[in-house]
């Protein structure tokens, strides 16, 4: 007899437990929610194991079914949760900037000049206005912040 069948015959019902821990320690190293679900299944076998006396042939396939099953819903919550957490507007910085009203350091001229916003300086394109001007981020258009006076539009 081998030491490992020499193990499990010692632990009996428990080393579906340990196989479970292990998988879930695995799952620490390994991250990527995979082992996460078969060690829950062997946990879940285990449980059961201790409660009703199964033979082996039947610890094995509710594993196998469990970890199919836990693995496939697994999946589908951990898309679901996805989709539902995130900032759509990572990629897209610029377009946390529209409708926030900035003032001009340089004058924008010829429908281009810059703006700095925090600690970057952005590309804008507008009308014609002198330093100072009170300007408004309507859109973007690429890596360029399309701009407006705010002045303007309220004297409309």
Not at 71 to 78: I, N, P
Not at 99 to 123: H, V
């Amino acid at each position: 007899m081998s030491l490992t069948e020499s193990i499990i015959q010692a632990l009996g019902s428990w080393s579906w437990v340990v196989l479970g821990l292990i998988l879930l320690g695995l799952e620490i190293l390994a991250p990527g929610t995979v082992f996460l679900w078969f060690g829950l299944s062997a946990i879940v076998v285990g449980v059961v194991a201790l409660l009703f006396d199964f033979s082996w042939q039947v610890h094995v396939g509710l594993f196998v079914v469990l970890s199919i099953v836990s693995l496939l819903v697994g999946r589908k919550l951990m898309l679901k949760a996805a989709s539902e957490t995130g900032d759509p507007g990572l990629n897209k910085r610029g377009s946390r900037y529209i409708g926030r009203e900035f003032t001009l350091t340089t004058p924008l001229s010829e429908g281009a000049g810059k703006l700095s916003i925090d600690d970057t300086i952005w590309r804008i394109s507008g009308p014609d206005l002198p330093a100072g001007t009170k300007v408004r981020v309507d859109g973007v258009d690429g890596a360029r912040l399309v701009v407006s006076d705010v002045n303007v539009e309220r004297a409309s």
